[in-house]
């Protein structure tokens, strides 16, 4: 019964701090302490998830050495499903369990068991909490549950990190795009600034802009970020065959750009390393004037908000567009008001 209050006061302790806390390093710090704290270990350690990387590295941590977390939390995709499927994994002796690395790292730091849970959010793992002990110990169902519980809000907070940056991340796109549309007519200074910035906002690859030419039968380049001069030099980018969607004024995500029929190139986007595309028309008033692309080297999954993010951008790209060309207009309108006014005073 002690036992079940101690949790208890931690869990409602953690959930408290997440009210009062902004700083998630505070937080994650706090999940892995009262972790030591209540299940008496020898060291707990919070691994967040690296995309690209084999390796998780370390948000938070205590107990054990430097040295020791030098040689990092490896084999990430060995365990994920066995932790999405069962819950935890426990190594009785790690020091002598083939599944483990650096094993001979483990005696040397003192470790007897570990036991490890996943930390999720909407059903993706993108942490593991792992419990270290310094003797060879066994775990009730109780303690797995409590750690479990624990990684659970180490993932909340993770996603709540997460959130707060993208808003503030979307927030300073906005506003740098909306502060170079007020300061510069350079439509391609802009452009060129909104390909960069969108890019590395979603961290995607690269990203380019497009605009119809006269005709409205191919797309020429404007702006890009993140592609190779081979790969932009590959040839003429047709309207017709381009993702002709996003030339209707919908938005067009390509899963494989491999293996959709839409795509142009594909030999040269293998090349590349372009694996997923996401597509979105430019407007002019109501008039589509070019695609904003987004490309990822890896298979992505674009969400409704991302989606939604490099759509709005996109119109802001197009309003960029359409105030320089009224102010073109507006100066060929006052060079003609000049000459016929100079034509008027020859008359007398």
Same mark, same amino acid.
Not at 37 to 62: H, I, R
Not at 71 to 81: L, R, S
Not at 108 to 115: D, K, M, V, W
Not at 158 to 178: D, P, Q, Y
């Given at each position: 019964? @002690?036992?079940?209050?101690?949790?208890?006061?931690?869990?409602?302790?953690?959930?408290?701090?997440?009210?009062?806390?902004?700083?998630?390093?505070?937080?994650?710090?706090?999940?892995?302490?009262?972790?030591?704290?209540?299940? #008496?270990?020898?060291?707990?350690?919070?691994?967040?998830?690296?995309?690209?990387?084999?390796?998780?590295?370390?948000?938070?941590?205590? $107990?054990?050495?430097?040295?020791?977390?030098?040689?990092?939390?490896?084999?990430?995709?060995?365990? @994920?499903?066995?932790?999405? #499927?069962?819950?935890?994994?426990?190594?009785?002796?790690?020091?002598?369990?083939?599944?483990?690395?650096?094993?001979?790292?483990?005696?040397?730091?003192?470790?007897?068991?570990?036991?490890?849970?996943?930390?999720?959010?909407?059903?993706?793992?993108?942490?593991?909490?792992?419990?270290?002990?310094?003797?060879?110990?066994?775990?009730?169902?109780? +303690?797995?549950?409590?750690?479990?519980?624990?990684?659970?809000?180490?993932? *909340?907070?993770?996603?709540?990190?997460?959130?707060?940056?993208?808003?503030? &991340?979307?927030?300073?796109?906005? *506003?740098?795009?909306?502060?170079?549309?007020?300061?510069?007519?350079?439509?391609?200074?802009?452009?060129?600034?909104?390909?960069?910035?969108?890019?590395?906002?979603?961290?995607?690859?690269?990203?380019?802009?497009?605009?119809?030419?006269?005709? #409205?039968?191919?797309?020429?380049?404007?702006?890009?970020?993140?592609? &190779?001069?081979?790969?932009?030099?590959?040839?003429?980018?047709? @309207?017709?065959?381009?993702?002709?969607?996003?030339?209707? $004024?919908?938005?067009?995500?390509?899963?494989?750009?491999?293996?959709?029929?839409?795509?142009?190139?594909?030999? +040269? #986007?293998?090349?590349?390393?372009?694996? &997923?595309?996401?597509?979105?028309?430019?407007?002019?008033?109501?008039?589509?004037?070019?695609?904003?692309?987004?490309? &990822?080297?890896?298979?992505?999954?674009?969400?409704?908000?991302?989606?939604?993010?490099?759509?709005?951008? @996109?119109?802001?790209?197009?309003?960029?567009?359409?105030?320089?060309? *009224?102010? *073109?207009?507006?100066?060929?309108?006052?060079?003609?008001?000049?000459?016929?006014?100079?034509?008027?005073?020859?008359?007398?």
């Amino acid at each position: 019964m @002690a036992e079940k209050q101690s949790y208890f006061r931690t869990i409602r302790k953690i959930s408290e701090a997440f009210g009062t806390t902004k700083d998630m390093d505070v937080l994650f710090q706090l999940i892995v302490d009262s972790a030591l704290d209540t299940m #008496k270990v020898k060291a707990v350690c919070l691994f967040l998830v690296d995309e690209g990387q084999e390796n998780y590295p370390v948000v938070a941590q205590k $107990g054990l050495s430097q040295q020791y977390l030098h040689a990092g939390y490896g084999h990430a995709d060995n365990i @994920a499903p066995t932790l999405m #499927k069962d819950g935890f994994i426990y190594y009785h002796d790690a020091t002598t369990d083939p599944r483990l690395k650096n094993r001979d790292k483990k005696k040397a730091e003192g470790i007897g068991s570990i036991l490890v849970v996943p930390a999720k959010v909407k059903g993706e793992l993108i942490g593991v909490l792992a419990m270290y002990t310094s003797k060879i110990r066994e775990f009730d169902k109780e +303690e797995i549950e409590f750690l479990r519980v624990l990684a659970e809000q180490g993932g *909340l907070a993770i996603e709540n990190a997460r959130l707060v940056e993208k808003l503030r &991340s979307n927030t300073r796109l906005f *506003l740098n795009l909306a502060a170079n549309i007020a300061a510069s007519l350079d439509i391609r200074a802009i452009l060129q600034t909104l390909t960069e910035e969108v890019a590395k906002s979603l961290g995607v690859k690269a990203a380019s802009i497009r605009l119809l030419n006269d005709e #409205k039968t191919v797309l020429q380049l404007v702006a890009s970020y993140g592609l &190779s001069d081979k790969y932009l030099k590959k040839g003429p980018i047709s @309207a017709e065959k381009s993702i002709a969607e996003a030339l209707n $004024g919908k938005p067009v995500v390509i899963d494989d750009a491999y293996t959709d029929k839409g795509v142009q190139y594909k030999q +040269e #986007k293998r090349e590349e390393g372009i694996v &997923s595309i996401l597509c979105v028309p430019i407007k002019a008033k109501e008039d589509v004037i070019g695609v904003l692309r987004l490309y &990822s080297s890896k298979k992505k999954v674009f969400s409704e908000d991302e989606v939604e993010l490099v759509t709005a951008l @996109a119109y802001q790209g197009g309003l960029a567009i359409q105030n320089a060309s *009224l102010y *073109l207009m507006l100066q060929d309108d006052l060079r003609d008001m000049k000459e016929s006014s100079w034509t008027y005073k020859c008359w007398f």
